[in-house]
């Protein structure tokens, strides 16, 4: 029976993923007297806390992703698909809301009763208890299509609707009557917002318009125009100043004075993506807002003008990675390159030890020139390509390299500064279309290795930026593309692969070649696992080829991928090699045997992997998705019995690890009976094996008296007090006093009869039946359960003077040969033969037939033992010749 999933590999947790296009929630717990801001992150939503953004709670799954949030004082609602779910403590479901035929777009809390709306024109009322229908209203959305909700302050049991046909409703949910429709202004309804003001509310429109409007009256107070598209969020200032907010697609918040009526500042880039929500704190000046690009920003109103800063910022990748790599020794920070073109590093320990180290951008000297019309797209760099770290000297120049999507020249970035350096790396006369395809750093930071499209393989001093000469004859080290470069620990050697199907070794001080190596097909990527001196390519044909740098010779190939292999990484004693490709499979490869020992799959491909330096954490990236995966190492944890996989093994589908840090009920007690690996109880007739059991219950066998008299207590025991000195009452209104309960066994007496003292005991009755059946399985076990003291009143206890009989004896004998013979148990049984001839010599001696079977004993315990000595003795010479020989 095939194993279900990943034998090796267990999903963690999901680095990197704050939110999506999804507008947030805000709710007050008044108990903490503290903010809290919810966010949806797909089929799950995280609570964070606006003091800090730390994050205090993650849901559990949703069957779909969440297409709406909402909250109250005591629950969280989420509309996955057509079901609404209610979540108590951020984590739980507590209540499902099952009703709508359509998806749910919109959610209103409404004191105990909870308003949906869904994309068919339905709207209902539940009972948030019960979780029955209160009301159902039906729209037709031809005519009145349902956009924007919101309850008017002071105004009970009414809802107003927006429509995308521009017009709007205000009901009465518990008479069900529609109180009155205002026309609207010739623009569907995008946003819903009540004012501080009673009556005035704020109504954004798809063509940018903003209405502030007297429900009341009917009346248009003012009006505002945003000239970057729809109104995708409005928020008003509740702390007093008159200031209005609003978010466009663009990213851009602008804000609005309401007194003046004229626009006051404005955001630009507040976000990458559309602003999904604005949200002011109530009576603080503080804004959050959250967006498609994943993030979620807490901005302060304390600049003069009534302009914004940025207060406080949780941000992952606004687009999927494209590299991954760990950063230092400890496994505790990855560093991640997406399409975005930023780079960030996240840690596995705490958000707070996250670092963004921003966009690159294409010279400091043209960042100047943004005033002169440069516009922030154009000065940005492309989207990083591949990247190289080192730790050895980053706090005193710049320690990582990254390459970039068309582009020759390379950017160096500092971690310790969190910012991109001052040098672009780039080889001197050089063609315009050439661009950087591999890099690689020294492992002691001084140096940087880069290979480009046109065949050069060029090295640069990394505190200078300069370079520092490049290899092969007439500069070109390779006839195609440099596919991968990578240098020893000792920089004593360069290996370069290129589409000429050659892979090259260098010396790395006069760049001379040593050997060329012919390779099957055109390499695709390079690692090098610098302690084992191992180099693992990834061929254009699926395949992998793996190379030992000391011999220069191919050590290993496998075949299994059917689709491009993506990345590799190797376990830090270089025992695995981990890959990932197209087809959606994660394998991992044992370089000693040879072999396939683990593959699952996942729902989205993976782009890259990387194995912690410790081997706790596996992290992965993916397709269309903007976190960064971890995957625990089983085999840090417990035993794993890894099989080679045939050719033709079906991997089964992993679930992509959430952002939840503990695993799941399931995983922690499933079991796998058919694929379990079990340990045989004797490998071989010839082997001995030791029990189990631990060294202090057979050790001391032999020191029970020492034992004894080392614990015999000082003093004699003192007698219990006579009585309490508060004597129990029993609970009443009339005192009265409550004697101590008499047990059974303190009413009989104390005298055992002498039947009792006869009886044998279980340990007994076992071993004179195992001379029948000549199985001696049972009294084993029985004396096994036994503590040391157990086992000397048992073994005491078998002569007919402690209620036994002779033949006991011999039974004893005939199960401690048999262990001897099976080679099982073998410590346990040399302490019980020791402590059974100690305890039964001298009756021993005068029984002729126990004497022989002694002696039979003794044979064979002088025979094993002169095994084991030639066996410890060839050892022990092939150790001492080891550590002394001259290797």
Same mark, same amino acid.
């Given at each position: ?33 503290? $903010? ?107 005519? $009145? ?23 709007? @409703? ?65 928020? $008003? ?29 404005? @955001? ?31 901005? #302060? ?13 949780? @941000?992952?990748?606004?687009?999927? !990675? ?167 620990? %000792? ?215 020492? #034992? ?19 004597? !129990? ?68 206890? %078998? ?9 006991? %004896?011999?039974?004893? #004998? ?31 001696? @005068? ?24 066996? $410890? ?15």
């Amino acid at each position: 029976m095939p194993r279900a999933g990943s034998a090796l590999f267990s999903g963690f947790r999901v680095l990197g993923l704050y939110s999506n296009h999804v507008p947030h929630a805000l709710r007050y717990h008044q108990k903490h007297r503290e $903010f809290y801001v919810v966010t949806s992150v797909g089929k799950s939503f995280h609570t964070f806390n606006v003091s800090r953004l730390g994050i205090v709670c993650v849901s559990n799954s949703l069957p779909d992703d969440i297409t709406c949030l909402a909250a109250d004082r005591m629950l969280v609602f989420a509309a996955s698909g057509t079901t609404v779910c209610a979540f108590a403590r951020s984590k739980e479901v507590v209540m499902r809301y099952h009703g709508h035929k359509q998806e749910v777009r919109l959610l209103l809390p409404l004191g105990d009763h909870l308003v949906s709306a869904d994309s068919s024109g339905d709207v209902i009322v539940w009972d948030v208890q019960g979780g029955d229908i209160y009301l159902q209203l039906n729209f037709d959305p031809a005519t $009145f299509d349902v956009s924007a909700m919101m309850h008017p302050s002071t105004y009970l049991n009414k809802v107003l609707l927006g429509s995308r046909q521009g017009a709007l @409703q205000l009901w009465n949910i518990r008479t069900s009557k529609l109180l009155f429709t205002f026309p609207g202004w010739s623009a569907a309804v995008t946003v819903l917002q009540q004012s501080p003001a009673v009556d005035v509310v704020g109504v954004g429109t798809a063509t940018g318009r903003i209405i502030i409007h007297n429900i009341r009256l009917d009346e248009t107070l003012m009006s505002f125009t945003q000239d970057w598209g729809p109104i995708s969020t409005l928020a $008003f200032r509740t702390d007093g100043p008159p200031i209005m907010a609003s978010g466009s697609p663009q990213g851009h918040i602008a804000l609005w004075d309401l007194e003046r009526q004229q626009l006051v500042a404005q @955001q630009r880039h507040a976000h990458r993506t559309a602003v999904a929500a604005a949200t002011f704190l109530h009576g603080e000046p503080l804004l959050v807002t959250n967006g498609a690009d994943n993030a979620i920003k807490v901005w #302060i109103f304390d600049q003069e003008g009534g302009g914004a800063r940025l207060l406080r910022c949780r @941000q992952g990748h606004s687009a999927p !990675p494209t590299t991954i790599h760990h950063h230092g020794n400890d496994g505790k920070n990855i560093l991640s390159a997406g399409q975005d073109g930023s780079l960030q590093s996240f840690s596995t320990v705490h958000e707070r030890f996250n670092k963004n180290l921003g966009h690159g951008s294409i010279s400091k000297k043209k960042e100047k020139k943004k005033k002169k019309g440069l516009t922030y797209e154009e000065l940005r760099l492309p989207a990083v390509t591949a990247l190289a770290s080192a730790v050895a000297r980053q706090s005193d120049w710049d320690g990582i390299v990254a390459l970039h999507r068309g582009r020759l020249a390379a950017s160096t970035w500092s971690y310790h500064r969190c910012t991109m350096g001052a040098h672009h790396l780039k080889p001197p006369a050089v063609r315009k279309n050439a661009v950087a395809t591999a890099v690689d750093i020294t492992s002691c930071g001084n140096f940087a290795v880069i290979g480009s499209s046109c065949g050069r393989v060029d090295v640069y001093n990394l505190q200078s930026g300069l370079h520092r000469g490049c290899y092969g004859d007439e500069e070109k080290a390779h006839s195609g593309v440099v596919r991968g470069v990578a240098t020893d620990t %000792l920089n004593q050697l360069t290996v370069s692969c290129g589409s000429d199907w050659l892979l090259k070794f260098w010396r790395f001080k006069t760049r001379k070649q040593e050997v060329v190596l012919r390779l099957g097909a055109a390499p695709a990527s390079l690692r090098l696992h610098r302690d084992s001196g191992m180099v693992a390519m990834a061929m254009d044909d699926f395949t992998l080829v793996v190379v030992d740098v000391e011999t220069r010779r191919i050590v290993r190939k496998f075949a299994g991928h059917h689709g491009n292999v993506t990345d590799m990484t190797f376990s830090p004693d270089g025992r695995w090699l981990v890959t990932t490709a197209m087809d959606c499979t994660v394998r991992t490869w044992d370089l000693p045997s040879g072999s396939l020992v683990d593959c699952f799959l996942v729902a989205m491909a993976p782009v890259g992997v990387s194995m912690s330096p410790t081997g706790d954490f596996l992290a992965t990236a993916h397709v269309d998705s903007l976190g960064v995966y971890l995957w625990t190492n089983r085999s840090l944890c417990g035993p794993v019995g890894l099989r080679p996989l045939p050719a033709d093994y079906q991997p089964e589908e992993e679930t992509l690890p959430s952002a939840a840090a503990a695993l799941t009920e399931q995983e922690v007690t499933s079991e796998e009976p058919d694929d379990a690996f079990q340990s045989a109880e004797q490998l071989g007739a010839e082997l001995v094996t030791l029990s189990l059991m631990p060294e202090s219950r057979w050790k001391s066998l032999l020191h029970l008296d020492a #034992i004894k008299r080392r614990n015999r207590p000082l003093a004699p025991p003192a007698a219990p007090p006579t009585a309490p000195f508060f004597l !129990p009452t029993r609970p009443g209104l009339t005192p009265q006093f409550a004697l101590p309960s008499t047990t059974k066994e303190d009413s009989q007496s104390k005298v055992l009869p002498w039947g009792s003292l006869a009886q044998r005991s279980e340990f007994a009755a076992a071993l004179e039946s195992a001379l029948d059946t000549g199985s001696f399985d049972r009294p084993l076990r029985l004396l096994k359960d036994c503590g040391p003291a157990g086992v000397s009143v048992e073994l005491t206890c %078998l002569t007919s003077a402690g209620g036994g009989a002779n033949s006991l %004896l011999l039974a004893f #004998i005939q199960m401690v040969d048999g262990m001897l013979a099976s080679g099982r148990d073998f410590d346990l049984a040399h302490a019980y033969l020791a402590l059974f001839l100690k305890l039964h010599l001298r009756t021993l001696s @005068q029984d002729a037939v126990a004497m022989e079977t002694l002696l039979r004993l003794s044979s064979r315990l002088e025979s094993g033992w002169a095994e084991l000595q030639a066996s $410890f003795d060839q050892s022990l010479c092939l150790l001492s010749y080891t550590k002394s020989a001259l290797l």
